[in-house]
């Protein structure tokens, strides 16, 4: 049965973490007893960026709505959307 080469990962990545990132990484998991760090960290990666593209990036029905006022100019009403992330600052862990 011939292996799919989309599937096969021929691309690296390389990202830096500072000594209290990697300490907090290694104790996670020693305790939950993760031994392939690379399939762990590919795998939360594409778990938050597929949450988030289904948190935000779903179809709406009502995005933009055009109205005509009374006196017969065009008035943009834009439905109001709520983002959990908008307000919240995100600080750098360390």
């Known amino acids: 049965m011939p292996k799919d080469n ?3 990962r021929k691309h690296k990545l390389c990202i830096k973490l500072n000594k209290k ?3 907090l990484l290694n ?8 031994t392939n760090k690379s399939q762990f960290i590919r795998q939360t990666l594409m778990k ?4 988030k593209m289904v ?3 779903y179809p709406t029905l009502f995005n933009n709505l055009e109205t005509t006022s009374d006196n017969g100019s065009n008035t943009e009403d834009t439905a109001i ?5 908008t307000d919240i600052e995100h600080p750098r862990l360390f």
């Open 6 to 8: 989309d599937l096969k």
């Open 21 to 23: 990132e990697l300490d």
């Open 81 to 85: 959307t709520t983002n959990k992330d």
């Open 27 to 34: 104790k996670f998991c020693k305790k939950y007893n993760i």
């Open 48 to 51: 938050s960026i597929f949450d």
């Open 55 to 57: 948190e935000q990036d």
